[in-house]
């Protein structure tokens, strides 16, 4: 069966810093994998998404994501972090399965500092 | 467009009462899924379903039931709520056209109390 593992529940940083959210997996079959972004009090909605192709992935508000096979890892970057990117994000895997079932990590909450 | 739609927003429940949540979508989606979220353990899968008349349980399905009678229609069903069901419920929908690659599209979310 496949899994998410985020690493860190809570990532502060600087506005205009980088920011590294670490996303690892487990699958048995090629991956196919996402980033979502909750915002407070709001559902989910996708950030970027890997499924084949090109290893480096740009989602939206400058976010990009590299897919690394040999780490089995997927982490999020951001060059420069601002204030609105404050939010909750969420690694997921989608599961190799007639019901494409989508595995979501544990989340990653991400705070921004002035 | 209103995609993914949730109701209620919020409920407070006694010990043993129930109560359904409905998820409505208009994107024609032939998946849908429940999930609740709770703090620092992401998204649990509760049911899901593949289609009109189909459903399949999930990660944690114990205390819900759910149907979907009609396409657009999912609901999750609380026979007799428990604390332990105080969460924050999604439902989401998701196109079977694109495959294992196609995103989720989630409601804003349904929070519940359970006294």
């Known amino acids: 069966a496949q899994s998410v593992t985020q690493l860190g529940s809570h990532v502060s940083v600087s506005e205009g810093a980088l920011v590294l959210l670490r996303c690892n997996y487990s699958?048995?079959?090629?991956?196919?994998l996402f980033w979502y972004v909750q915002y407070p009090n709001q559902g989910l909605q996708l950030l970027l998404k890997?499924?084949?192709?090109?290893?480096l992935v740009k989602g939206i508000n400058g976010f990009e994501a590299e897919f690394k096979k040999s780490e089995t890892s997927f982490h999020l970057t951001k060059p420069s972090a601002h204030m609105s990117d404050a939010a909750e994000y969420f690694c997921a895997v989608s599961e190799y399965s007639s019901a494409s079932k989508i595995i979501f990590g544990s989340g990653t909450r991400l705070s921004i500092r002035p | 467009n209103a995609g993914v739609t949730q109701t209620p927003k919020f409920r407070v429940l006694k010990t043993g009462q129930s109560m359904t949540l409905l998820c409505a979508q208009d994107m024609n989606h032939e998946y849908m899924y429940w999930y609740r979220q709770d703090p620092g353990m992401g998204l649990r899968l509760i049911h899901y379903?593949?289609?009109?008349?189909?459903?399949a349980k999930g990660e944690v399905p114990d205390g819900y039931n759910v149907s979907r009678l009609k396409k657009q229609n999912f609901l999750l069903g609380l026979e007799s709520a428990a604390p332990s069901q105080t969460s924050v419920y999604f439902c989401?929908?998701?196109?079977?056209?694109?495959?294992?690659?196609?995103?989720?599209?989630f409601g804003e979310g349904s929070r519940l109390t359970v006294l």
């Open positions: 989401a929908s998701r196109s079977t056209g694109t495959g294992r690659s196609g995103e989720l599209f």
């Open positions: 699958s048995s079959v090629p991956p196919y």
């Open positions: 890997y499924t084949t192709g090109a290893t």
């Open positions: 379903s593949v289609g009109e008349g189909t459903t």
